[in-house]
């Protein structure tokens, strides 16, 4: 069963921008850190960007200046914006709650195509 349900991909030239939105229920949002990750065909899963429940923010290196992480508490929602989009961002991209302190509390949304045509 889903848990974590993401909208927001498609297909973008390279240069433009996309924002995934990630939802979850209030409990799950409330108790967790949040985060994106990218799978590319072939590749490792890798996590693109964090974000803790107290704000603070990481960034792979290879997105940094160009994605940003956020989170709407009232909505429940995680974002991430990405401007700047290069071919090498192509992937499927999955949103991550995950608990360090609940360790069942561990969930993943169902993953979004973003494709980058050059």
């Known amino acids: 069963q889903v848990q974590l349900v993401e909208s927001g991909g498609g297909l973008v030239q390279a240069g433009g921008s996309l924002r995934l939105s990630c939802a979850a229920s209030e409990t799950i949002f409330s108790l967790t850190d949040q985060g994106w990750y990218r799978q590319a065909p072939g590749k490792q899963r890798e996590l693109v960007a964090g974000?803790?429940?107290?704000?603070?923010?990481n960034y792979a290196d290879s997105v940094k200046g160009r994605f940003t992480i956020s989170r709407d508490n009232a909505k429940n929602t995680v974002y991430l914006q990405m401007n700047s989009l290069k071919p090498e961002d192509t992937a499927v991209y999955y949103c991550?709650?995950?608990?360090?302190?609940?360790?069942?509390?561990?969930?993943w949304g169902q993953g979004t195509q973003v494709t980058v045509s050059s």
């Open positions: 991550n709650a995950h608990s360090r302190a609940i360790l069942y509390m561990d969930y």
């Open positions: 974000i803790t429940s107290g704000g603070s923010t």
